[in-house]
């Protein structure tokens, strides 16, 4: 899915839910950060793996470093990355903590500087996100959690004061009845109700308000889930799971506007331990962007083909070591002409 938001910001693609976002991608990546950082390379960790380099070329034959460290668990702990003429030019840190989760992270880039620190309650639950740019404070989230340990409100605040906060309502067994989104203002901006009703009984939904219901079934060997949200004028959209019954193994994800139309759809190869075939992104029912995955015998991913409307975009061809570390990758463009090549070796070991 990464890929295809990034197609879809290089080409040109806006929807509804981008539009009305000064800079929607900014959120994206400072989770997408968060998660994919936080998190040991196991790959890594069994080769005994210390230092990577990595030699990413550009079309224009412009040649960039960049150095990868990890420790011995397979955690990243410092990315170096050095422009074609050998000079520093960006370094990222970051530090965990005996529990082996991420409390602090430092992105240099000429002068400026980038920090997020993360505090932790006892249990391990997050109580704390702050992102300092060259010391000064500029936006933090705070976590709270009731008896039981689920989360209660997270509140939102940038240098101005409070962004935003959402707050999370439970029965006595744990399970989410509702939960609230308020701006600056504390005016309700959306809310979701899990309280779901019975067929044909009638819901009476605030304006800002949606239901999201479950609903579970089997048909032909296959488990399908459906979710689906409901807005206060009747309005529905509808996400779809399909699971081979036999193993549970994910096959297809659909995603239905409030129109009733496709906007999203995911094919999974069941065998190949929930490896993405196609990705699909639709409007009025047509493909738009389509994005499709080739694996070799042993499941490596070898190919990435990017179509917009039925034309190829980009192209990428990978290789791998005897290790089954991927050491080369060659993305092409429309023309088949190379846009980035990328090669990786090993430079040190445990």
């Known amino acids: 899915m990464k890929n295809l938001m990034l197609a ?14 000064k800079n929607p991608f900014h959120l994206y990546y400072l989770d997408w950060e968060f998660s994919e950082n936080s998190k040991p390379n196991e790959q890594i960790k069994s080769l005994g793996i210390k230092t990577l380099s990595v030699e990413e070329t550009d079309r224009k034959g412009k040649t960039f470093r960049v150095i990868k460290h990890y420790d011995r668990e397979g955690f990243l702990t410092k990315v170096e990355r050095f422009n074609p003429a050998g000079k520093l030019q960006s370094t990222y840190e970051q530090r965990f903590n005996a529990q082996k989760k991420l409390v602090f992270s430092k992105k240099t880039v000429g002068n400026k500087i980038t920090e997020n620190v993360y505090n932790y309650a006892e249990n391990g639950k997050i109580l704390r996100h702050e992102i300092r740019e060259n010391g000064k404070l500029i936006f933090y ?30 029965d006595d067994s744990g399970k989410l009845l509702r939960t609230n989104h308020f ?38 060997g296959f488990i399908v889930r459906v979710t689906e949200h409901t807005m206060s ?58 994005h499709r995955y080739e694996y070799d015998q042993q499941g490596l991913l070898t190919k990435e083909i990017t ?11 990978k290789e791998y070591s005897t290790e089954q570390l991927l050491i080369k990758s060659e993305i092409r463009n429309t023309k088949n002409q190379i846009v980035r090549q990328t090669k990786t070796l090993v430079t040190a070991r445990y």
Not at 8 to 21: E, H, I, N, Q, R
Not at 146 to 157: A, M, P
Not at 159 to 168: D, F, I, N, P, S
Not at 270 to 281: A, F, V
């Open 8 to 21: 879809m910001l290089l080409f040109g693609y806006s929807g509804a839910a981008f539009s009305k976002v």
């Open 141 to 170: 989230c705070d976590w709270t959690y009731d008896y039981k340990g689920f989360v209660q409100e997270k509140s939102s605040y940038n240098r101005k004061g409070l962004m935003a906060r959402t707050t999370h309502e439970y």
């Open 183 to 220: 701006n600056a203002k504390g005016k309700l901006t959306s809310a979701y109700n899990y309280a779901c009703k019975d067929e044909g009984e009638k819901l009476n939904l605030a304006k800002q308000e949606k239901l999201q219901c479950s609903t579970e079934h089997r048909e032909s």
């Open 233 to 290: 004028n009747g309005e529905k959209s509808r996400m779809v799971f399909k699971f081979r019954e036999k193993d549970t193994s994910l096959v297809e994800e659909i995603y239905f506007g409030y129109s009733g139309k496709i906007n999203f759809r995911v094919s999974y190869d069941p065998d190949l331990k929930r490896q993405i075939l196609l990705e699909s992104t639709f409007i009025e029912d047509k493909p738009t962007f389509v």
């Open 307 to 317: 179509e917009h409307k039925g034309e190829i975009l980009t192209s990428e061809a």
